[in-house]
């Protein structure tokens, strides 16, 4: 079995550049490759996302029932979201110190090494150049493990108006957004069929991976003095993607609201941290994924649930971007009864691919060579990509129900 490991461009004699990925080889352009009209675009309430739709009750009882078990019943993914749970709470400076207060429950002298300070009274030195210090954050953060890093300035308008569960009005005016984006493993991706037992644990692997790190960055950059918050999975008030689009970490692409990475594919999950913090900004990024995602359309017709379309793209509050019927996602990924999860379009996607030199080269082609493009979709059925490779299937398939462990059936 051939290991597959992330790569560290770094090494490469002669370049001068923190990220693991040759990012500097991507054509940047002023404007994403998809229309925003910003000044169209509204601040979404939180609550009205399809999870959160789901624990309400809008989509049933039936569904509001399984969201309460439909990540803790796999014991990985269900271990991997009590992690991210934690974090949920060490986001921010700490207000009422409900913070140190867990870690005093863990380590007795925490009250002094506190670690969830306020900001720094005094800016720590040096720390006052734009470039240096986009520089230097992208290496602790390289150092932290992020897969990739990318920061823009925050537009207002992926603000949240409203925060989940509680409604609270939500305010942030931070000037910089970082994204750290974190793999969620080519080799347990190519074994999967995108919706079986894992597909939970790919995604909260990356979800608590990249919400430690951001909590951890934001943390430090308190510490030189300047504001900072972390937003993750279990404690957002910004809407990721468009983040991730104006930072140059990808395009949009035809799984809806997902931003696709030339290196990583779809197959990553995404944290930020905001920060007033001075920050030289990156621009966005022009693969050629418009062009790639109209001949293609493989997530649409591998899609369990038909949520997403063959079509053309739409405008929609502001954006330009493919539909996704984000009911039917959501009732897939929530009620899937052979599985947990789902994460299929992900899965199945040309651009989810190793970092070989083979890959490298016909990714190269695919980016440069339009011509190329229909080749290399006719060429990903034909060798079979996007099917499981049970081979290097390696993780267990349990249910938890009513705290009862069942092997479910049918599942090799
Ligand atoms: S996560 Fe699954 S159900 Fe949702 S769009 Fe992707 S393939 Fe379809
Ligand atoms: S599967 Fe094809 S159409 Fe879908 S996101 Fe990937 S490249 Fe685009």
């Known amino acids: 079995m051939t290991r597959v490991f992330r790569s560290d461009y770094r090494e490469k004699k002669g370049r001068d550049y923190p990220d693991p990925y040759p990012v500097e080889c991507i054509k940047r352009v002023d404007r994403p490759t998809t229309r925003v009209n910003e000044d169209e675009v509204p601040r ?28 803790p019943k796999h014991p990985l993914s269900g271990a991997l979201v009590s992690i991210a749970g934690v974090l949920a709470d060490v986001v921010d400076a700490p ?7 867990v870690a005093r429950n863990i380590i007795p002298q925490a ?15 040096n720390t006052d150049d734009p470039e240096k210090m986009a520089r230097h954050i992208k290496e602790v953060a390289y150092f932290l493990r992020a897969d990739l890093i990318g920061i823009c300035e925050l537009p207002p308008y992926v603000v949240y108006s409203h925060r989940r569960p ?16 974190i793999d969620q493993d080519y080799r347990t991706s190519e074994a999967t069929t995108g919706h ?22 934001a943390d430090y950059i308190r510490r030189l ?12 008030q910004v809407a ?28 990553f999950k995404a944290a930020v941290v905001t920060t007033d913090l001075p920050l030289t900004i990156d621009k966005p990024i022009d693969f050629g994924l418009q062009d790639f995602c109209n001949k293609c359309g493989k997530c649409a017709r591998e899609c369990p649930s038909g949520a997403l379309t063959e079509g053309d793209k739409v405008m929609y509050n502001g954006y330009e971007k493919w539909p996704v019927d984000v009911e039917k996602c959501t009732r897939m990924r929530v009620g899937n009864k052979h599985g947990a999860g789902c994460g299929t379009c992900i899965k199945v996607c040309p651009w989810n691919k190793p970092y070989t030199p083979f890959h490298r080269t016909i990714n190269w082609c695919i980016r440069n060579m339009p011509f190329a493009r229909r080749i290399g979709i006719w060429a990903d059925d034909l060798f079979g990509y996007g099917k499981p490779n049970k081979k290097n299937k390696w993780w267990l398939d349990l249910e938890l129900v009513d705290d009862e462990f069942i092997v479910p059936r049918n599942n090799d």
Request: charged fraction near 20%; charge should be positive.
């Open 111 to 125: 009250s002094s090494w506190s670690p969830m300070k306020p900001i720094s009274a005094k800016k720590a030195p």
């Open 95 to 101: 207000d009422g110190t409900k913070q140190v207060k």
């Open 166 to 181: 509680d409604g609270m009005p939500t305010e942030l005016d931070h000037k910089y957004a970082i994204g750290i984006l």
């Open 240 to 267: 990721v993607p468009p983040i991730l689009l104006w930072a140059g970490l990808g395009e949009m692409c035809r799984i809806g609201d997902i931003v696709l990475n030339p290196f990583l594919g779809p197959r």
């Open 225 to 236: 003095g300047y504001p900072a918050r972390a937003h993750h999975a279990l404690n957002y």
């Open 44 to 71: 979404l309430d939180e609550r009205e996302g399809g999870f959160n739709r789901t624990g309400r009750g809008d989509f049933g009882s039936q569904m509001q029932a399984e969201y309460k078990r439909f990540v």
């Open 196 to 217: 079986d037992w894992i597909s939970n644990s790919m995604s909260f692997l990356s979800y608590s991976t990249s919400g430690f790190i951001a909590c951890v960055l």
